[in-house]
C-alpha cells in the first residue's frame, strides 16, 4: 500500500487550523460500487481540501453517497454542515454519538461553541459490514476516545482505518490514544486490546497519517 492509494482505499491528507493551532488530518476516501465513502469529514473549513483531493483521483464531491463518522469530535465533524449543502450524501455514525452529532447534546469536549448540527440517517453497530471495492469494511466499536466510537476494518486488505483509536503523530510510529483528549481511558486500552486480536498489516490514523505497522504493533501497545 502506498500512504496515499490502495486499491480503492485513499488517505487524504489536509492541514487546516483547528482552534489556535495548524492540524493535520487524514480523512479516508474509499470507493463503492454506489459511489465513494468519506470516512470522517475534518473541522469546518476543510470542504474546499477535500474537493481538490478528490479531484486529483478523479471524482467530484457530489460522488460521495455516504459520510462514515468515527465519532463526533469537532475536527472530525465539525465540516459536516459544509459538506452537505454542497452533497446529497447519507450520514452514518455509532448510535451513541449520533445525539451529539445531530445536536440533542453538546460535543464532550466542546467549549460550548459547538459546530452546526447536522442529521444522522444510519446508526451503525459493532459488526456491521459495508461492501467496498477493497471488500468489506467492518464497523469495530472501539469506544473510549468517545462513547461511541468506531473504527473501520478492511479484513481482505489487512486494513485499519483507525480513527483516533491510535495515533501516529507522535515519537512512535504508532501508539494509543492520547490521554488527554481521552475521557474514559480504561475503555479506550480495551478497545486497543480488540484491535490487536484483528489480522492487521498497516493503519490509517486520523492523526499522523498511513503506518505500515499493525497487528506486532498495536499488541506491544497493549503490553506497554
Not at 495548524?22 to 473549513?45: A, F, K, M, N, S
Not at 483521483?57 to 463526533?72: C, F, K, M, R, S
Not at 449543502?85 to 461553541?113: C, L, M, N
Not at 486488505?157 to 483509536?165: E, F, K, Q
Amino acid at each position: 500500500m502506498h500512504a496515499e492509494d490502495d486499491a480503492g482505499v485513499h488517505a487524504l491528507p489536509i492541514t487546516v487550523t483547528y482552534g489556535e493551532r495548524e492540524l493535520t488530518i487524514t480523512p479516508t476516501l474509499v470507493e463503492t460500487d454506489r459511489g465513494l465513502v468519506l470516512c470522517d469529514v475534518g473541522p469546518q473549513g476543510t470542504v474546499d481540501g477535500l474537493e481538490t483531493h478528490l479531484q486529483s483521483l478523479g471524482y467530484d464531491l457530489e460522488d460521495i453517497w455516504l459520510v462514515a463518522l468515527t465519532h463526533h469530535d469537532g475536527d472530525h465533524a465539525g465540516g459536516l454542515a459544509e459538506l452537505k449543502d454542497r452533497v446529497d450524501a447519507v450520514v452514518a455514525t455509532h448510535h451513541k454519538e449520533a445525539p451529539y452529532v445531530t445536536g440533542e447534546r453538546d460535543p464532550i469536549k466542546g467549549d460550548g461553541d459547538r459546530y452546526p448540527p447536522v442529521a444522522v440517517d444510519i446508526e451503525l453497530a459493532d459488526g456491521v459490514r459495508i461492501p467496498t471495492v477493497a471488500g468489506p469494511m467492518e464497523v469495530i466499536a472501539t469506544p473510549g476516545h468517545a462513547p461511541g466510537h468506531i473504527s473501520l476494518y478492511f479484513p481482505d486488505g489487512n486494513l485499519l482505518v483507525a480513527g483516533d483509536t491510535l495515533i501516529a503523530d507522535g515519537a512512535e510510529p504508532l501508539a494509543g490514544p492520547k490521554p488527554q483528549f481521552t475521557p474514559d481511558m480504561d475503555r479506550a486500552i480495551e478497545s486497543v486490546e480488540k484491535l490487536a486480536g484483528l489480522e492487521i498489516d498497516h493503519t490509517l490514523c486520523y492523526h499522523g497519517g498511513y503506518v505500515p505497522q499493525g497487528s506486532d504493533r498495536i499488541r506491544e501497545i497493549c503490553e506497554q
